[in-house]
């Protein structure tokens, strides 16, 4: 597979091992529409592509990325209400993390300094997730009056665990957090995520493809069986609704949003939850 051209993301290959990078580093890779039409094509490529045994993903510059571009949704002219937008809009969020879940081939992903929300869940989506020491974790959405698009943590660490994370809007995770919760895999110096990740791959890209496609496949099984398909499509159904609402704080974040930026919105976001402590 040789290099591909994309606007939001870099595609090449090492041998049997293909390295997608995150590349929105001046948005901390946060996720933008057109990221997602060029993550799509990417893994359409190197699905078919059967030079390519494993995936490794990262982010470019200074985070593996902040989760959904919030500016995208605040810079349009009128403010999308109501369940017949969100229901498509969440779906394509949906599956553009779900899809490295679901990959056909391994996915290993290197993160480093910030994997939150939607860019938290792409992490814990990957088969394996690497993290830096000092990565910054969590599920800030609930301060956003927003829901979960995938939820991923209740099956990747126990119910107590994800229900403090999620419903207190935890975005202060360490790596280390990430290890003893089980969605993390391994936590290495900062700047050797990647180089990890590429032996871990190596590992893998030696054992014969179609035995290991089938034993993902039989894993992913597993948890199907258990109902996570299910319950991943009633949470995703719950997060229509909720961004489907139309709350005083929702209204007065995309308010300040607007008028004063992004930041801003965020500053006044963070001021109401450090309010008493």
Request: one cysteine or more; hydrophobic letters at 45%.
């Amino acid at each position: 597979m040789s290099k591909a051209n994309f606007e939001t993301i870099q595609l090449e290959s090492k041998g049997p091992i293909a390295i997608l990078t995150l590349n929105r580093p001046e948005r901390l890779n946060a996720i933008s529409v057109q990221m997602k039409l060029d993550l799509a094509a990417a893994l359409d490529q190197i699905e078919a592509d059967d030079t390519i045994k494993v995936l490794v993903l990262r982010g470019a510059g200074r985070a593996f990325c902040a989760g959904f571009d919030l500016k995208d949704e605040t810079d349009v002219e009128v403010e999308p209400t109501g369940v017949d937008h969100w229901r498509p809009e969440l779906k394509r969020d949906f599956e553009a993390i779900m899809r490295f879940w679901y990959f056909k081939k391994p996915t290993i992903s290197a993160i480093h300094k910030y994997a939150l929300a939607g860019g938290f869940e792409m992490a814990i989506a990957c088969d394996i997730t690497i993290a830096a020491e000092g990565t910054r974790l969590g599920e800030p959405e609930l301060k956003f009056g927003s829901g979960i698009v995938a939820l991923l943590l209740p099956w990747l660490t126990s119910p107590k665990k994800a229900k403090e994370v999620i419903l207190t809007g935890n975005d202060r995770l360490d790596a280390r957090d990430g290890l003893a919760f089980g969605f993390v895999n391994r936590v290495v110096p900062a700047g050797e995520e990647f180089d990890t990740a590429m032996a871990i791959a190596r590992d893998i890209a030696v054992m014969d493809m179609h035995s290991v496609q089938m034993t993902k496949e039989a894993i992913n099984r597993t948890y199907e069986i258990m109902g996570m398909n299910q319950a991943l499509r009633m949470a995703l159904d719950v997060d229509v609704q909720i961004e489907s609402l139309e709350t005083p704080e929702r209204k007065t974040f995309s308010e300040i949003s607007k008028k004063e930026g992004l930041k801003a919105a965020i500053a006044w976001r963070d001021a109401r939850f450090s309010e008493g402590r």
